[in-house]
């Protein structure tokens, strides 16, 4: 019996590892975790409470105060904060760019970065963020540096907010994809890299099937290399 990995992918903003963790999952019969929305839901709270994205101590205090449950349901991963769905609430453009000023927060980084590998330490996961295979599991199995081209990450998520009925236009959203690129690789904690050991899948010119077909290989290929 092959043994069940740890799946790392990793990512700038827009990339297509979200759809990627979920399709591979599937397809393995794995559990998806979107570390993303973890940190969506401390600053969706983060919000409601008027807490200062530039009070360190006080953001971190509220991640520890905070229950963020993700539960697969009809075949889709919901979102808990609190014990209330905050699915759809996390995934506005104003929370997402509350997120990643969240996500420089060392205090907050340490309490969500427990909570993951709590999650995945028993394998059978995938995993995606912007740091997973550096930082919370240095030893997966299987890492995955996924990328595209800004201009066609800018346009995916444009199409996302449309799609949604977001009022927002596609050059803005290539600004978005180039500040969040600056802050996310540029932040002294946790910043995006490509760990030395990961696979760079470049998908901007592939449909997402089919890089979910190819990372499936991968784990494969790797999982047997371990039996054997």
Same mark, same amino acid.
């Given at each position: 019996?092959?043994?069940?990995?740890?799946? /790392?992918?990793?990512?700038?903003?827009?990339?297509?590892? &979200?759809?990627? $963790? *979920?399709?591979?999952?599937?397809?393995?019969?794995?559990?998806?975790?979107?570390?993303?929305?973890?940190?969506?839901?401390? $600053?969706?709270? /983060?919000?409601?409470?008027?807490? &200062?994205?530039?009070? /360190?101590?006080?953001?971190?205090?509220?991640?520890?105060?905070?229950?963020?449950?993700? *539960?697969?349901?009809?075949?889709?991963?919901?979102?808990?904060?609190?014990?209330?769905?905050?699915?759809?609430?996390?995934?506005?453009?104003?929370?997402?760019?509350?997120?990643? =000023?969240? $996500?420089?927060?060392?205090?907050? *980084? =340490?309490?969500?970065? $427990?909570?993951?590998?709590?999650?995945?330490?028993?394998?059978?996961?995938?995993?995606?963020?912007?740091?997973?295979?550096?930082?919370?599991?240095?030893? /997966?199995?299987?890492?995955?540096?996924?990328?595209? &081209?800004?201009?066609?990450?800018?346009?995916?998520?444009?199409?996302?907010?449309?799609?949604?009925?977001?009022?927002?236009?596609?050059?803005?959203?290539?600004?978005?994809?180039?500040?969040?690129?600056?802050?996310? &690789?540029?932040?002294?904690?946790?910043?995006?890299?490509?760990?030395?050991?990961?696979?760079?899948?470049?998908?901007?010119?592939?449909?997402?099937?089919?890089?979910?077909?190819?990372?499936?290989?991968?784990?494969?290929?790797?999982?047997?290399?371990?039996?054997?």
């Amino acid at each position: 019996m092959l043994r069940k990995l740890i799946i /790392a992918i990793d990512g700038p903003v827009g990339s297509g590892k &979200s759809t990627l $963790a *979920r399709r591979v999952a599937a397809l393995m019969g794995y559990i998806y975790i979107d570390t993303g929305a973890m940190y969506r839901a401390v $600053a969706i709270k /983060a919000l409601r409470r008027g807490v &200062s994205f530039d009070a /360190a101590d006080e953001l971190a205090a509220l991640a520890g105060a905070t229950r963020i449950d993700l *539960r697969a349901q009809d075949g889709t991963q919901r979102v808990f904060l609190d014990g209330e769905d905050v699915t759809a609430a996390i995934r506005t453009p104003e929370v997402a760019q509350a997120a990643s =000023k969240v $996500a420089v927060v060392p205090g907050v *980084r =340490k309490v969500l970065v $427990a909570e993951q590998r709590r999650a995945g330490e028993q394998g059978g996961v995938v995993m995606e963020g912007r740091d997973i295979g550096s930082v919370v599991f240095p030893d /997966a199995q299987l890492k995955i540096f996924l990328t595209a &081209s800004p201009e066609v990450r800018a346009e995916r998520r444009w199409r996302e907010h449309q799609q949604k009925g977001d009022a927002i236009d596609l050059p803005r959203t290539l600004e978005e994809i180039h500040e969040r690129d600056r802050r996310d &690789s540029s932040r002294d904690m946790s910043p995006l890299v490509r760990a030395t050991d990961a696979v760079v899948v470049d998908s901007t010119a592939m449909e997402p099937e089919e890089v979910a077909r190819l990372v499936v290989m991968l784990a494969n290929d790797q999982a047997g290399a371990r039996a054997s």
